[in-house]
């Protein structure tokens, strides 16, 4: 079936503007996780969605960072007012609700600001 | 100190060679451990789990020292293919469930 997909692929853009970075989970998957990941770095949890409970955040940078999901359908990552800093690629994972330790990942949004 | 620190590496070595990789965690409480590969430019995909008893699969053996918070994986007769980088996951568990921590990786080349 199908995996986890990540639009854009990659995504240019200036510092002080907005970026929205999507995610389509694996039909099915309830749990949805975002995690940064700069040169060179591990992964960096982000934020964790889980059903209808309220999402983690605790791994959120700064109040710049938000994110959405829809159901248990998309999700969204919106960046504020991007720093230089903020480059990096930024991956999606989905994984069963009572498997959320395997996660599947998708092929990410590589995220540079000029 | 880091959550999840990995030997710095890189490590190169010829085919058939057999390498192994350390990892330490800090959270005593953590419940969960993996070893995930990541190809250059690609996601990280789950390698496999780690188990206190130890575990193989095929190439690949992972072993866990909860007393030491110590985690390891051995390859074995490497191949090209397993040139990558190996990242070390911790899970805590409980509110935590879900949430990983990624070690940096350990990058290996397989040379011919």
């Known amino acids: 079936g199908a995996g986890v997909s990540q639009s854009p692929s990659n995504k240019v853009t200036e510092k002080g503007k907005d970026v929205e970075l999507r995610c389509d989970p694996i039909?099915?998957?309830?749990?949805l996780y975002w995690y940064r990941q700069r040169l060179g770095q591990g992964l960096e949890f982000l934020i964790y969605f889980q059903g209808n409970s309220a999402p983690d955040k605790s791994g959120l940078p700064s109040d710049r960072f938000s994110a959405e999901r829809t159901g248990e359908s998309v999700s969204t990552l919106t960046i504020q007012r991007t720093q230089q800093e903020d480059s990096a690629v930024y991956l999606c994972?989905?994984?069963?609700?009572?498997?959320?330790?395997?996660?599947?990942f998708g092929p990410g949004t590589r995220l540079t600001v000029l | 100190r880091k959550e999840v620190e990995q030997d710095p590496g890189p490590f190169n070595v010829p085919e058939g060679a057999t390498v192994a990789f350390n990892c330490t965690y800090s959270n005593s409480a953590s419940q969960s451990f993996f070893w995930y590969r990541q190809d250059c430019r690609k996601e990280p995909k789950l390698l496999m789990s780690v188990y206190s008893s130890g575990n193989e699969d095929g190439r690949f053996t992972a072993q866990l020292n909860r007393a030491s918070q110590y985690i390891s994986l051995l390859i074995r007769d490497s191949k090209l293919s397993d040139s990558a980088t190996y990242l070390c996951v911790v899970s805590a568990g409980g509110t935590s469930y879900g949430k990983l921590t990624f070690g940096q990786g350990t990058i290996l080349t397989v040379h011919p």
């Open positions: 994972a989905s994984s069963l609700e009572y498997s959320a330790d395997t996660q599947y």
């Open positions: 039909s099915g998957h309830t749990a």
